[in-house]
């Protein structure tokens, strides 16, 4: 019942978000900045709240790390073989990135806390930054390198300094390990506001999703739809039980690796000189995917 609900919640929003752009309530302009306060606000609040009063040790692992850095290489070598007879680079290099470069943030972490409550939350969040510390790198390197962009590399791994999520888990894992008192009514606040995180998501997704799509137009993203919000979170079950995962980090990041394609890929892509239509194609395609897919993992970690 729990996860028919969870369903339900997030059809409501995704809905209500394309709605509101339907009737040029969410337009452009504000879907930007409810997007803002999303990634600037709400999933800071929550990264943080998960992580400060929680042991390093409850955090982060050995079998987290590997794991995680196997699933992700894994899934973008197979990305490279699946993908290599797309005769088009800039097609070719967005199906590749698009494969393993998971939506974390806006739908993967407000789910977890969501459904498995507060410590799984935690390890979500430290998947979300080493993900993300390894997909932007990895993501820009593969647009620059088939794409023959000119792009500075090291100029977009300078931005990833300033990231929100990255610097709200490095502030988490500073008071957790330094033992700083946080004063509990900003503990309070913080929480109020994290409840935003995954609503305000979904209402920035449904605002962006294209429902005119055809059948025949989506038959290209056949191949990331599969690898991106199936063999993902297959496989990060497979590596994780090979190596131990307690269940409560396992059942995180296994529905981490189950989040669709993320929108900042659209944005590299655009940057980058990939092939920007099928992006947010893809990315659409797999979001309405990992409805299904995403409500299966948490009925069956949750």
Not at 31 to 59: G, Q
Not at 178 to 189: C, E, F, K, S, T
Request: one cysteine or more; aromatic letters at 6%.
């Amino acid at each position: 019942m729990a996860v028919l609900e969870q369903l339900g919640f997030m059809l409501v929003f995704l809905a209500v978000g394309a709605a509101a752009r339907g009737v040029s309530l969410l337009t452009e302009r504000r879907t930007k900045t409810l997007t803002a306060v999303a990634f600037y606000v709400a999933l800071p609040a929550l990264i943080f709240t998960s992580t400060f009063d929680r042991p390093l040790r409850e955090l982060i692992s050995p079998a987290l790390l590997v794991g995680l850095w196997i699933v992700i290489g894994a899934t973008a070598a197979v990305g490279w073989v699946v993908h290599r007879r797309r005769a088009n680079d800039a097609r070719r290099s967005v199906a590749i990135v698009q494969s393993y470069h998971g939506n974390m943030g806006f739908l993967g972490l407000p789910l977890v806390a969501a459904t498995l409550g507060g410590e799984a939350t935690a390890v979500a969040s430290v998947v979300l930054g080493l993900g993300a510390l390894t997909h932007v790198p990895a993501t820009v390197f593969t647009l620059i390198r088939i794409n023959d962009s000119d792009a500075s590399l090291s100029g977009e791994l300078r931005a990833l300094a300033t990231n929100p999520v990255l610097i709200s888990l490095a502030a988490g894992i500073t008071a957790s390990v330094g033992g700083l008192g946080v004063p509990a009514v900003a503990i309070a606040g913080l929480d109020a506001v994290s409840t935003f995180a995954l609503p305000l998501a979904l209402l920035c997704v449904g605002a962006k999703l294209d429902t005119g799509l055809s059948l025949s137009a989506l038959r290209p993203a056949t191949g990331v739809v599969l690898l991106k919000v199936v063999w993902m979170p297959v496989l990060g079950w497979a590596v994780f039980s090979a190596l131990s995962l307690g269940p409560t980090a396992l059942s995180a990041a296994v529905i981490m690796f189950g989040s669709p394609t993320a929108v900042s890929t659209y944005v590299y892509t655009s940057e980058l000189g990939g092939d920007a239509a099928f992006a947010s194609m893809n990315v659409v395609v797999t979001t309405v995917a990992s409805l299904g897919t995403l409500s299966g993992l948490v009925w069956l970690f949750g």
